[in-house]
C-alpha cells in the first residue's frame, strides 16, 4: 500500500482503509490549521480521522455511557448512596480510556504501513505536549491528594445528612480521584514514548500536532478536580478555610488546562506547507 496516495476512492470496507468519516474529519482538521486538501493521504485520514468522536465502534461505546451517566445520578439520589459524583468520573475516565485504545488500533496500522520511527526524547516530547499540561496535571494530582488528606483528619468535626459517615463518601472520591489519576498516566505516558510516524516534513508537523493535542482530548485531568473532589461531598455549614483553600485548587487547575489548551492552539494554529494530499 502507497501510504502517500489519498484515501480515496477506495472501498473504506476493506481493513486497514479510512472510513468516509474519517476522511471527512481530516479534511477538515486540516483545514481549520490552513491546509485545504480534496482527499487527505492515507496515513492522515488513519491518524486523524481515527481520533474523531464517530470513528470505528466509538457511537456504541458512547450510547453505553451516555446510558449509565444518565442512569446513575438517579439511582444514587433515590438509594441514597455514597459517590455520585465519583462515579461520573468513574465513567468519564472509563469512557476516555476506550476512546483512546480505539484511536490506538488506527495507531498500530499506520505504523505497520510506515515503520515507526524511534521514540522522541523524554524532553523534547514533553515539549511538544507543554509544560502547562504537565504542571496542570501534577497540580491537580498532587493538590487533590493532599485535600483528601486533609479532609479524612477534619471530617469528624462534622455530621453528615446521609445514613453513612462522610469518611465513606470522601472514601469513594479519592477512590475516583486515583482512577482518573491513573487514567491521565495511561494517555500520558504513551504519548511521551511513542514512536514518530511520519513520512516526510508534512506527517512529522502532523504527528507533533497530533502528540500534543492528545493529553487534552483523551486526558482532561481538570475535569477529575471538578467531579471527584472530596471536600465538597460533606454537608458543612460553613466552608471554613479547607473549602475555601479547595475552590481555589478547582479554579487554578481549570485555568492552567485551559491556558494550557489556549497555547496549544496558537503554537499549532497552521501547518507548514507539504504534501497533505490532493
Known sequence: ????????????????????????????????????????????????????????????????????????????????????????ALLFAAFQV???????????????LTGAGPPLPLRVAAKQVGWWFLSSTAFTFVGGAALCAASFLTQPQFTGKHWYPPSVEIGVHTFALAAG??????????????????????????????????????????????????VFVVDWAFPGWLGWSALVYLVTAVVLQLLGWAAVRHRYRRLPPGFYGR
Open 1 to 88: 500500500m502507497i501510504v502517500r496516495e489519498p484515501a480515496l476512492p477506495v472501498d473504506p470496507r476493506l481493513p486497514g482503509e479510512p472510513t468516509v468519516l474519517e476522511v471527512g474529519w481530516t479534511r477538515l482538521w486540516l483545514g481549520k490549521r490552513g491546509v485545504l486538501v480534496w482527499l487527505p493521504t492515507r496515513l492522515l485520514a488513519l491518524r486523524v480521522g481515527g481520533r474523531a468522536i464517530g470513528a470505528r465502534g466509538t457511537p456504541a461505546y458512547a450510547i453505553v455511557f451516555a446510558a449509565l451517566w444518565s442512569f446513575s445520578a438517579p439511582f444514587f439520589k433515590e438509594v441514597d448512596l455514597p459517590g455520585k459524583a465519583a462515579s461520573m
Open 98 to 112: 476506550v476512546r483512546w485504545r480505539r484511536t490506538q488500533s488506527r495507531e498500530q496500522l499506520a505504523e505497520r
Open 181 to 230: 489519576a491513573g487514567a491521565t498516566v495511561l494517555v500520558l505516558g504513551r504519548v511521551l514514548r511513542a514512536p514518530v510516524l511520519a513520512e516526510d516534513e508534512a506527517s512529522r508537523a502532523v504527528d507533533q500536532v497530533l502528540r500534543a493535542e492528545d493529553v487534552y482530548r483523551f486526558a482532561p485531568c481538570a475535569v477529575y478536580a471538578v467531579l471527584a473532589l472530596p
